[in-house]
């Protein structure tokens, strides 16, 4: 694929890695679902190669995904290490984003996050009862009370480098100004919301007719910034 890619003359700014399919929790809304087997993971010998590769593009970029990342967090820091290792001599300076459903953020995992990441997503669907209907962990309980306090830690300890909190919409919240402005309250300030696309026979799933109502509340959720701006 490097190859056909050099060759065509495209240089990609950013690559995205799955470094494991595994995930701890059972979000109803997600591709990746806890019981995945973990030895579809990236091996370090795997993320070295790929480090080479890259170098040799344009791409600076490289957000480090899954799955779950963090159920993979040695390799995590080894390909930041190995990548780190050969800037030099590709004159690089790479950036990584990661992304994490915030279960298994510890004191020294966000240390390392906040020393090494240009940017980190964190999943996070808004208020705790919107957050728990879909976002729940393997034994089916919610996962607001646990990831919040993680997020706000992160994010406190954070300075001036970039995170954003990232949540969605479904039928369950077409309101979901309500869910930005939560959030806000909460601490943060860079924030995304996103519809969740998927088969409309689920039963949270956006249809055509939900359109309207979601064009009317990015109004809202406009006007609402707008006022905000101008307090």
Known sequence: MIKLLRKLGY???????????ACNMNCRHCGSRAGRPRDDELTPEEAQKLCHELA????RWLTLGGGEPLMNFEVVKKVVDYARSIEKQHNKNFRFTITTNGLLLTDDKIEYINREMSNVVLSLDGRKEINDLLRVRTD???????????????????????YYVR???TTHNLDFSKDVLHMAELGFDQLSIEPVVSDEKLDYS?????????FEEYDRLANLLIQRRKE
């Open 11 to 21: 240089f990609p700014r950013l690559c995205v890695w799955e470094l494991t399919l």
């Open 56 to 59: 040799a593009l344009k791409c």
């Open 140 to 162: 089916g309980r919610g996962s607001y009370d646990r990831i919040v306090p993680n997020y706000q830690k992160l994010v406190s300890t954070r300075g001036d480098k970039d």
């Open 167 to 169: 949540g969605t919409f």
């Open 206 to 214: 956006l249809k055509e007719k939900d359109l309207p109502s979601v």
